[in-house]
């Protein structure tokens, strides 16, 4: 008998998702062909691995031994994969980097650029993903490694099942207002501005959940008179005299002409993590994304003040 290391992964995110259309999103198939699979591992083993209860589809007993066995297999073949890439004298991988779309135009481009001239055999692709959705693509395998913002204060970030975060910096929020319109210079309290109108994104994002906790830390709901998720968008409405926003410390390389920027007293700070599995952390593709992510932060004037220790390079 010889299986399939391909049927044995649908078997065990079957398994892990309990639905063949859970399965088929997490591996990018369509159901249909996830239950061909499956039928055609089942004659692969002779033997049933599926059992109609009702409408749902479930493992049988000898299914879920094999998907058991399953995961064991998948692991035994990526830690092959890592010692492999650790035994080779140059690092040749493929990555799959997720993003927030703050920072696909800021960090991420130079942190590609360097990471190409330094390691020219990592091959990254990256994709924009919501931060609701990024744990679990990591978990799954289906992203190496993800960009995610959390702010502490605020809203702040929370994962587990094998999943660890390595801090790129930290970032200071600013209040962007029309020109002209603030009176004082200087930082800017949040309770005195419980009479604008807001331009900020809608609660689904963590920016936005993370600017209404601090409205009510100080006191006030804000009116949000413009829901926008891109900070240049935002920036832009600001400058029409639309209303005032806040914007991090990478974020004001889009600033347009038509707002002033003020810092916030005490200073509101966010970090900038890079999410992976605990598993592949001794990777060497993956270390030298996340020294390259962290010498960019740094040229870029992130704070780093030691929180977290930078990965040696590969």
């Given at each position: 008998?010889?299986?399939s290391?391909?049927?044995l992964?649908m078997?065990?995110?079957?398994?892990?998702?309990g639905?063949?259309t859970?399965?088929?999103?997490?591996?990018?198939?369509?159901?249909?062909a996830?239950s061909?699979?499956?039928?055609v591992?089942?004659?692969?083993?002779?033997?049933?691995?599926?059992e109609?209860?009702g409408?749902?589809?479930r493992?049988?007993?000898?299914?879920?031994?094999l998907?058991r066995?399953a995961?064991e297999?998948l692991?035994?073949?990526?830690r092959?994969r890592?010692?492999?890439?650790?035994?080779?004298?140059t690092?040749?991988?493929?990555?799959?980097v997720?993003?927030?779309?703050?920072l696909a135009?800021s960090?991420?481009?130079?942190t590609?650029?360097l990471?190409a001239r330094?390691?020219?055999?990592?091959?990254?692709?990256?994709r924009?993903?919501v931060?609701e959705?990024?744990?679990?693509?990591?978990?799954?395998?289906?992203?190496d490694?993800?960009?995610?913002?959390d702010?502490?204060?605020q809203?702040?970030?929370?994962?587990a099942g094998?999943?660890?975060?390595?801090?790129v910096g930290?970032e200071?929020?600013?209040?962007?207002?029309?020109?002209?319109?603030?009176?004082?210079?200087?930082?800017v309290?949040?309770?005195?501005?419980?009479a604008?109108?807001?331009?900020?994104?809608?609660t689904?994002?963590?920016f936005g959940?993370?600017?209404r906790q601090?409205c009510r830390?100080?006191?006030?709901?804000?009116r949000?008179?413009?829901?926008?998720?891109?900070?240049s968008?935002?920036m832009a409405?600001v400058?029409?005299?639309?209303?005032?926003t806040?914007v991090?410390?990478l974020?004001?390389?889009?600033?347009p002409?038509?707002?002033?920027?003020?810092?916030?007293?005490?200073?509101?700070?966010r970090?900038?993590?890079?999410l992976?599995?605990?598993?592949?952390?001794?990777?060497?593709?993956?270390l030298a994304?996340?020294r390259?992510?962290l010498d960019?932060?740094?040229?870029?004037?992130?704070?780093?003040?030691g929180?977290?220790?930078a990965?040696?390079?590969?």
């Amino acid at each position: 008998m010889e299986l399939s290391l391909h049927r044995l992964r649908m078997l065990h995110e079957f398994a892990r998702c309990g639905t063949v259309t859970g399965a088929a999103a997490v591996l990018h198939y369509t159901p249909s062909a996830v239950s061909q699979q499956l039928a055609v591992l089942e004659r692969e083993v002779g033997v049933e691995l599926l059992e109609q209860v009702g409408r749902r589809v479930r493992l049988t007993e000898i299914g879920r031994v094999l998907a058991r066995h399953a995961a064991e297999v998948l692991a035994a073949e990526e830690r092959a994969r890592i010692a492999l890439e650790q035994a080779q004298r140059t690092v040749d991988a493929d990555l799959t980097v997720g993003m927030p779309a703050t920072l696909a135009g800021s960090l991420v481009p130079p942190t590609l650029a360097l990471l190409a001239r330094r390691y020219p055999g990592v091959r990254v692709k990256t994709r924009e993903v919501v931060p609701e959705e990024t744990a679990a693509a990591v978990r799954d395998g289906d992203l190496d490694l993800a960009f995610v913002l959390d702010y502490p204060g605020q809203a702040p970030a929370s994962w587990a099942g094998g999943l660890e975060a390595a801090l790129v910096g930290r970032e200071q929020l600013y209040l962007v207002a029309p020109r002209g319109t603030r009176g004082a210079a200087g930082p800017v309290a949040m309770e005195d501005l419980a009479a604008c109108s807001w331009v900020a994104s809608e609660t689904n994002t963590e920016f936005g959940r993370a600017l209404r906790q601090m409205c009510r830390d100080a006191g006030f709901t804000p009116r949000i008179a413009h829901q926008v998720d891109g900070q240049s968008t935002a920036m832009a409405m600001v400058a029409a005299g639309l209303g005032v926003t806040l914007v991090a410390d990478l974020g004001l390389t889009l600033r347009p002409d038509g707002v002033d920027v003020a810092p916030f007293g005490p200073p509101v700070l966010r970090r900038v993590l890079i999410l992976r599995r605990a598993a592949t952390r001794d990777r060497p593709a993956e270390l030298a994304f996340v020294r390259a992510a962290l010498d960019t932060a740094q040229s870029l004037g992130l704070e780093q003040d030691g929180e977290a220790a930078a990965p040696a390079a590969p």
